[in-house]
């Protein structure tokens, strides 16, 4: 479990980030158009997961359109942007930004993708949501870098895990 903070105070998420070096736990989630996608999909390609509580939050926000600028920079990496919102939230929120160079998924029709990662807040207001963390693997799904944020209104370490993508 790991104890973070939301708005100062403590929260908890239901365990921990996978470790960087293990194989990353498979996946399926929910795109925009409501289909559904795997980790296998993205077999073959560098992948950052940019995982957040909700679209509708300033730093969670920020976070997909700091994504989305530095993704135009990055060749055959994907960028996944993780969340429970529903993918018309999601596809509201990319048409009204201008978001097109990041991939919104959600995991809000089971869950398992935050229980899996062990990112799902355990208590506090954003219980059942996901908490924000960034995870990085390579091409092969193999976890090369993870930040668990230990304030969620903070944004993440950007610079740390685009270099965290290049080595990858």
């Known amino acids: 479990m790991a104890a973070i903070t939301l708005g100062g105070n403590p929260a908890n998420t239901i365990g921990n980030l996978p470790e960087v070096g293990s194989q990353a736990p498979a996946f399926s989630l929910t795109k925009s158009d409501m289909s559904t996608v795997t980790l296998g999909n993205y077999a073959g390609s560098k992948v950052v997961l940019n995982i957040f509580p909700s679209v509708d939050t300033g730093t969670c926000a920020q976070s997909v359109r700091q994504f989305n600028e530095e993704a135009a920079e990055l060749d055959g990496a994907k960028v996944l942007c993780i969340s429970k919102d529903l993918p018309f939230a999601q ?28 990112i799902t807040f355990a208590d506090s207001a954003f219980e059942s949501l996901l908490s924000r963390c960034v995870v990085v693997l390579d091409a092969q799904g193999v976890v090369r870098y993870t930040e668990q944020v230990g304030e969620t209104g903070d944004e993440p370490n950007y610079k740390a895990a685009l270099e965290a993508l290049m080595d990858a």
Do not use: H, P, Q, W
Request: proline content about 0%; charged content about 30%.
């Open 91 to 118: 596809t509201r929120f990319c048409g009204a930004e201008g978001i097109e160079n990041v991939e919104m998924l959600s995991d809000y029709k089971t869950g398992n993708f935050g229980k899996d990662y062990g």
